[in-house]
């Protein structure tokens, strides 16, 4: 007998049950029924996403994480919009996308364990934060005290990246770029303190957040002990 294909297998349920909650809907909710729609988007991540899971065994599995996890943060939002009558929620939720496909691609690095997937997911969430900050408060101009978040999004990713190559030159490139996004930052700071919003706040943080990050980095960069070679066997 021939070993099941999972991918069928999991293809075939996700029909069923969007079957299922067509009948549901249309046996229990009549006319309200199509409300559900966004279900089918829902299912649709789901189904892509489970046999990520299966990257713990198969490692190229886990690449199904990068388009599952943003279409299941999409159909949620989907699903919330479709419920109550809310499409204005799209003004606020919107950034949630962005960071879904960094979640991801992060899950995929673990699953597949490939640290190099580390870059999109931490370069994407560090954004995607930041335009979340920006979406939700109103504060676009943030961007102009907020830039050196892109080279410490970089060397965060390196650093990580190192860490799990045991390549101390990819943790020395991090935290160099780290740094500079420190230097930034302070620099940041200052014209912050000009601003009366929330942004004399951030740019301080993240300064700190660099600072705690580059001291981590020092902790990886310390000398390993070097093992004694082994003296030859006695002729």
Do not use: D, H, Y
Not at 177 to 201: D, E, H, K, P, Q
Not at 215 to 224: H, T
């Amino acid at each position: 007998m021939k070993n099941t294909n999972p991918l069928s297998l999991l293809f075939g349920l996700a029909l069923i049950v969007i079957g299922g909650l067509s009948l549901l809907g249309n046996t229990l909710l009549r006319l309200e029924a199509w409300r559900l729609w966004p279900s089918i988007v829902i299912i649709a991540g789901l189904t892509l996403t489970a046999p990520g899971f299966l990257g713990l065994a198969r490692r190229g599995f886990g690449a199904f994480f990068i388009p599952g996890v943003p279409l299941l943060v999409t159909g949620g939002i989907l699903m919330f919009a479709s419920l109550f009558g809310n499409w204005n929620v799209w003004a606020v939720a919107w950034p949630l996308v962005v960071l879904g496909v960094a979640l991801g691609f992060g899950m995929a690095a673990l699953f597949m364990r490939v640290p190099g997937l580390a870059f999109p997911a931490i370069i994407i969430g560090l954004n995607g934060l930041v335009l979340a900050f920006c979406n939700t408060t109103g504060l676009w101009a943030a961007w102009a005290i907020l830039w050196p978040i892109e080279p410490l999004a970089v060397g965060l990713s390196l650093f990580v990246f190192g860490f799990f190559e045991r390549s101390r030159g990819a943790i020395t490139a991090g935290v160099i770029l780290s740094a500079i996004a420190g230097v930034g930052f302070f620099m940041t700071s200052f014209f912050s303190m000009f601003n009366f919003s929330l942004l004399r706040f951030a740019a301080p943080a993240m300064l700190v957040l660099t600072g705690l990050i580059v001291i981590a980095a020092s902790f990886f960069r310390r000398e390993q002990p070097v093992q004694a070679e082994p003296t030859p066997e006695a002729q």
